[in-house]
């Protein structure tokens, strides 16, 4: 017998699938996963964003062709549509995701349902590491 929180949990669990499906997040996602090519320009884009990071990180002074090719890759990336769609519906998921987090860290924190002032305090909740230090 599940207890109170894992039934309400699997309601909230069933409401977000709702969203996803509703908001059109999941189609988005399959669309870009069964297109090789918009595939292929992501994780040639990510592959070098990765390169271009990792030499800043080691010191090294990035090459302004190769900031040239980052950008012209990511300028195509951003035309095709498979593509702008699979990224817009990941920061869809990435924002519901944050939402449900910070609601119930801040019932946590709070003792109690958290008021809209509550939410735009802009901390997800003691020791998230989100607080200015």
Do not use: W
């Amino acid at each position: 017998m599940p207890t109170k929180i894992e039934s309400k949990t699997n309601e909230l669990c069933e409401a977000i699938l709702e969203e996803i499906q509703k908001g059109g997040i999941r189609q988005r996602i399959d669309t870009f996963l069964s297109d090789a090519t918009a595939r292929g320009q992501y994780e040639t884009l990510m592959s070098k964003g990765q390169a271009l990071q990792e030499k800043q990180h080691h010191g090294q002074t990035l090459d302004p062709a190769e900031i040239s090719a980052f950008e012209k890759d990511r300028d195509a990336l951003l035309k095709n549509p498979v593509a702008s769609g699979f990224l817009d519906a990941q920061e869809e998921m990435h924002d519901l995701q944050s939402s449900v987090q910070k609601y119930v860290a801040k019932t946590i924190e709070l003792g109690r349902l958290p008021s809209a002032d509550d939410l735009s305090e802009g901390s997800c909740g003691h020791g998230c590491g989100c607080h200015d230090h």
